[in-house]
């Protein structure tokens, strides 16, 4: 359960972001800052895609809180790039979880970022709680070649 997964491993998600100017810094670069919200509009995209939008996650009671993000910079992206963003859960533990993210330029395989954060399971009163089975279900790592629900 606690082993990491790569992304040859399990299901992804695949997300489209074109760069905003306003993305960008006076290098005519994206800002680093806004890596981590393509990451987050990743993470709402994967769970839409497995068919529980993070909305309904909160509405059962359960918060999901940043615990730990992490990236790496091997090539900027610029003003009208189009990103491809992948997105997976490569770890689930008993009160966290860990998404990872490749961001590459259009349908090119060379990831130009790679990154990852950890979240842990809250409930409404913010106290750290296990996995409800529910989304420990939805979390689980999946194969491959598996069809989202």
Known sequence: ????????????????Y????????????VN????????????????????????EVEARGVRTPLTEAWAHFYASFHYDDLI???????QVKRASFRFDYRLHLGDNPEA???GHTIHAIVNEE??????PNWLNDLL??????SQPK
């Not at 990743?42 to 993070?54: E, F, K, N, S, V």
Request: no cysteine; hydrophobic share 40%; charged share 25%.
């Open 32 to 55: 680093n800052g806004h890596y981590f919200r393509f990451f987050e509009q990743a993470r709402g995209d994967y769970l839409r895609q497995l068919g529980l939008p993070y909305s």
């Open 126 to 131: 913010l106290k750290v709680t296990k996995i």
């Open 1 to 16: 359960m606690g082993e990491l997964l790569g992304p040859e491993d399990t299901f992804k998600a695949t997300t489209w």
């Open 140 to 145: 689980r790592p999946r194969p491959a070649n």
């Open 18 to 29: 074109r760069v905003l100017y306003v993305d960008t810094d006076l290098m005519g670069v």
């Open 112 to 114: 130009r970022v790679a």
């Open 84 to 90: 491809r963003i992948e997105a997976w859960i490569s």
